[in-house]
């Protein structure tokens, strides 16, 4: 199993930056891949950005540009760098780990966008 643990929510006016963290335990080397989703009230969950165990990396649309995720494998934690936010980028933030075809996610962190 895999526990995961975010952090780094929270509001910020619109153009600001916030850094979100998702810091896994539990059996690590079997991740196959990490994502971060979003959802937003009376939206379904919204997969944003995604890295691979080898560290290739895709976005959604709505995102390109403007956020990034990474990692640091010796913290095992997960990042999600979001420049330039918009009010509609409002949402709660989860984090996921792939672990052959089971799916964990973490607890979710509020971001709020002010225009």
């Known amino acids: 199993q895999v526990q995961l643990v975010e952090s780094g929510g929270g509001l910020v006016q619109a153009g600001g930056s916030l850094r979100l963290s998702c810091t896994a335990s539990?059996?690590?080397?079997?991740?196959?891949?990490m994502d971060w989703y979003r959802q937003a009230p009376g939206k379904q969950r919204e997969l944003i950005a995604v890295?691979?165990?080898?560290?290739?990396?895709n976005y959604a649309d709505s995102v390109k540009g403007r956020f990034t995720i990474s990692r640091d494998n010796a913290k095992n934690t997960m990042y999600l760098q979001m420049n330039s936010l918009k009010p509609e980028d409002t949402a709660v933030y989860y984090c996921?780990?792939?672990?052959?075809?089971?799916?964990?996610w973490g607890q979710g962190t509020q971001v709020t966008v002010s225009s």
């Open positions: 996921n780990a792939n672990v052959d075809l089971h799916n964990y």
């Open positions: 539990g059996s690590i080397s079997r991740i196959n891949y």
């Open positions: 890295i691979t165990r080898g560290g290739s990396t």
